[in-house]
T-cell receptor
Framework: EDKVVQSPLSLVVHEGDTVTLNCSYE??????LLWYKQEKKAPTFLFML????IEKKSGRLSSILDKKELFSILNITATQTGDSAIYLC??????????FGKGTLLTVNP | DAGVTQSPTHLIKTRGQHVTLRCSPI?????VSWYQQVLGQGPQFIFQ???????GRGNFPDRFSARQFPNYSSELNVNALLLGDSALYLC???????????????FGDGTRLSIL
């Protein structure tokens, strides 16, 4: 069975801290690795990674994929209270299948 | 522009009943996919539809079915409801028929289904 394992499952930090969220996945029929942010209901897209070693950045967020070691990390620098959310790591398998991790619950305190 | 819209937002049913959930994709998007998110878990893929045809199906029983209409909206039907079907049901759309693993999905706010 395809598995996506995220760690930690929850994290509490103070504003201004830097956090690293981890995601490991199984290799079978791998196509892509995606990150989403889920605040209340609808997950919103952050990054899609298909190539190893190429960092993607969007403001204070960045992500990178290691296809040899089968993991990805999501970094958030200078965290803000608005970063509080569940961050979902998603493995794209054969064309019509996505496997989600359980998510990391990030709480940023003022 | 309107995002993905789902209706109803909340629904309460009893065991054995059936339910129909509705989804309207972003204008111009032709692909719709459905997900079940149980409390404390990540979403699980149920179906993808493109141009009214089923393109993919997750590990869900035959009680779950869906269809897509000519205007690209979609319905998810669940028969013989069980307590374990209580969850947030998310719909997502994307522009093309490419596999959902090859393009970002745009999610709606979901339908919260509670089974008593």
């Amino acid at each position: 069975e395809d598995k996506v394992v995220q760690s930690p499952l929850s994290l509490v930090v103070h504003e201004g801290d830097t956090v690293t969220l981890n995601c490991s996945y199984e290799v079978t029929n791998f196509r892509s690795l995606l990150w989403y942010k889920q605040e209340k209901k609808a997950p919103t897209f952050l990054f899609m990674l298909t190539s190893s070693g190429i960092e993607k950045k969007s403001g204070r967020l960045s992500s990178i994929l290691d296809k040899k070691e089968l993991f990805s990390i999501l970094n958030i620098t200078a965290t803000q209270t608005g970063d509080s959310a569940i961050y979902l790591c998603v493995r794209g398998g054969s064309n019509y299948k996505l496997t989600f991790g359980k998510g990391t619950l990030l709480t940023v305190n003022p | 522009d309107a995002g993905v819209t789902q209706s109803p937002t909340h629904l309460i049913k009893t065991r054995g009943q059936h339910v129909t959930l509705r989804c309207s994709p972003i204008s111009g998007h032709k692909s719709v996919s459905w997900y079940q998110q149980v409390l404390g878990q990540g979403p699980q893929f149920i179906f993808q539809y493109y141009e009214k045809e089923e393109r993919g199906r997750g590990n869900f029983p035959d009680r779950f079915s869906a269809r897509q209409f000519p205007n690209y909206s979609s319905e998810l039907n669940v028969n013989a409801l069980l307590l374990g079907d209580s969850a947030l049901y998310l719909c997502a759309s994307s522009p093309t028929g490419q596999g959902i693993s090859n393009q970002p999905q745009h999610f709606g706010d979901g339908t919260r289904l509670s089974i008593l």
